[in-house]
């Protein structure tokens, strides 16, 4: 099981990296009618009848995302002002969920009143194991089935999260293809290159979701009793 959760990591390591590469060269290919992702988002929000969301720039590359508590499309420096096949494909695929916000698309709904509970989750794992590590005399208050069956649940819900995230990202991804090609704004050539990156983009998070579930396995295996 040990073997696996490495194997995931190395995955989810070449995934990001080809992401990358796919960002990068897509990031070349000028976009014919001339838009930045700034203006696509606009664009795309408008034609959703969407007029209470601000398209804005961010600091940092891949930063992108789109935040349902202030209602803010966040486009990273490079997506905000290029005017590119990447650019396109990012900013409209934020817009994807401000339209899921905007139509209470329920997996988008059940991930944001999770996020709360899951960065508890996180921290909450990470002080376990670096208490752990230090041989904290606390922990010892405790049983070892206890012990795990804390970490059990703490990873439990970071990756019902992880999974819930998968249908959202899809989404989000089938909605921006979607209106890039019915408005014509990415042309047919254009639009498999947004697709590809798009793609790229959603196994990491494919990726994410079973590496979770296989550290989750990891864990009940110890609590089982199993090797």
Same mark, same amino acid.
């Given at each position: 099981?040990?073997?696996? !959760?490495? %194997? ?33 988002? /606009?664009?795309?929000?408008?034609? =959703? ?5 601000? +398209?804005?720039?961010? @600091?940092?590359? *891949?930063?992108?995302?789109?935040? @349902? ?7 990273? /420096?490079?997506?905000? =002002? ?10 409209? =695929?934020?817009?994807?969920?401000? +339209? ?7 997996? *988008? ?21 670096? *208490? ?16 795990? #069956?804390?970490?059990?649940? !703490? #990873? ?9 995230? *998968? ?9 921006? !293809? ?12 254009? =639009? ?9 983009? %959603? ?19 110890? !609590?089982?009793?199993?090797?």
């Amino acid at each position: 099981m040990f073997i696996i !959760l490495i %194997a995931f990591f190395i995955i989810g390591f070449i995934v990001q990296k080809r992401l990358q590469s796919k960002f990068r060269k897509y990031g070349e290919v000028s976009l014919q009618n001339g838009l930045s992702g700034k203006e696509i988002a /606009e664009k795309m929000l408008r034609d =959703h009848g969407i007029n209470d969301v601000e +398209v804005i720039s961010t @600091p940092g590359r *891949l930063t992108d995302h789109y935040n @349902p508590r202030d209602k803010t499309v966040n486009l990273s /420096e490079a997506v905000y =002002h290029e005017r590119s096949v990447a650019a396109a494909a990012v900013a409209a =695929h934020e817009v994807g969920h401000a +339209v899921q916000h905007s139509t209470a698309y329920r997996w *988008l709904n059940l991930r944001s009143a999770m996020a709360p509970l899951v960065s508890f989750s996180s921290r909450s794992l990470g002080i376990i194991f670096i *208490l752990s590590w230090l041989g904290a005399s606390f922990l010892q208050l405790f049983s070892t089935d206890l012990v795990y #069956q804390l970490v059990i649940l !703490l #990873q439990a819900v970071i990756t019902i999260f992880s999974l819930i995230t *998968l249908p959202v990202e899809y989404d989000a991804s089938n909605r921006a !293809l979607a209106w890039l090609d019915r408005t014509g704004t990415t042309l047919p050539q254009e =639009h498999d290159m947004a697709k590809d990156a798009l793609n790229g983009a %959603a196994n990491t998070y494919l990726v994410a979701a079973l590496g979770s579930l296989t550290q989750l396995v990891y864990y009940l295996s110890f !609590l089982s009793g199993d090797d």
